[in-house]
């Protein structure tokens, strides 16, 4: 059998049957390809441990019979990313990632792009040098562009009014329509989100220049609550599903949140 040796990242695995694995890989050779781990879990010697969702893996995929799934055949651990899963904050984040390209990617097509993004920003969630949600924006606007869904933050989709010349601070995202609309067009009753120029052009900011530079962008803690509000909603609309991992990522971010709140003495209304 034909043999693929590539660097691959860990997006998902389950069980099958007694002793076998099927897990998803983000491989930087194919892109997301699925493969079957044979006696997985009962083999210490094959893969002692490293089959774990986003580690940063080396793989070798045989190619199955016919049409059949390839066969891991082995799997080296170049980074577990430790750091990562020793915070239930961290965790979440990640999934959320690792779940939104598994949702979007088609087997088989390569996406070395998506892939230096996926790798750089596990890194740098792993490493706690930059706030992990700067880094939740930073990928999911850099995805956004990757996957032909960049959002039009330049005008407003109904009037044509460039962002800055729109007289009012703040306007509304509609997903549906690609961007944005001004208050003069947009009515919140719609369901709409309202956002910020200023948010907007942060933003904006981190799709642009690499992607270190990019993560430095300074955000208001209004601009983070904006940003992270209008991508999660953003996102899942245009991939056409809305990420399991989403709705515990929000969950342990509002209890998170109010542990917080409740340290520094603030009491709700």
């Known amino acids: 059998m034909a043999c693929l040796s590539t660097p691959a990242i860990l ?25 079957i781990a044979k006696s997985a879990k009962k083999s210490v010697k ?76 596990l890194e740098a969630l792993n490493s706690g040098e930059t706030p992990v949600e700067v880094l939740s924006i930073l990928f999911q606007m850099r995805f956004l562009s990757l996957a032909g869904f960049r959002p039009n933050f330049d005008h407003c989709h109904a009037c044509k009014t460039c962002l800055d010349q729109i007289r009012h601070a703040s306007v509304f995202s509609d997903p549906a329509k690609g961007g944005i609309v001004c208050p003069s067009c947009g009515i919140p009753a719609n369901g709409l989100l309202k956002i910020s120029k200023g948010t907007l052009k942060q ?23 904006e940003g992270l509000t209008f991508l999660e909603s953003f996102v899942p609309f245009h991939i056409g599903k809305r990420p399991k991992s989403l709705k515990v990522l929000r969950n342990i971010r509002q209890v998170v949140n109010k542990k917080t709140n409740m340290s520094k003495g603030y009491q709700p209304p």
Request: aromatic share 12%; glycine share 8%.
């Open 11 to 35: 997006l998902r695995r389950i069980e099958f049957g007694d002793y076998d694995l099927i897990v998803t890989l983000f491989t930087r050779a194919q892109g997301k390809t699925s493969a």
């Open 46 to 121: 094959r893969f002692p441990g490293v089959l774990e969702p986003f580690s940063r893996l080396n793989v070798v995929l045989a190619r199955g019979r016919g049409k059949g799934m390839p066969v891991l055949q082995e799997a080296s651990l170049e980074d577990p990313f430790f750091k990562i899963r020793e915070s239930i904050v961290k965790t979440a984040y990640a999934s959320y990632w690792m779940e939104l390209i598994y949702l979007w990617m088609a087997e088989g097509e390569p996406q070395e792009p998506l892939y230096r993004l996926m790798l750089h920003v």
């Open 203 to 225: 933003l904006m900011w981190t799709d642009s220049g690499g992607l270190e530079r990019a993560a430095r962008v300074r955000f208001t803690p209004t601009a983070v609550a």
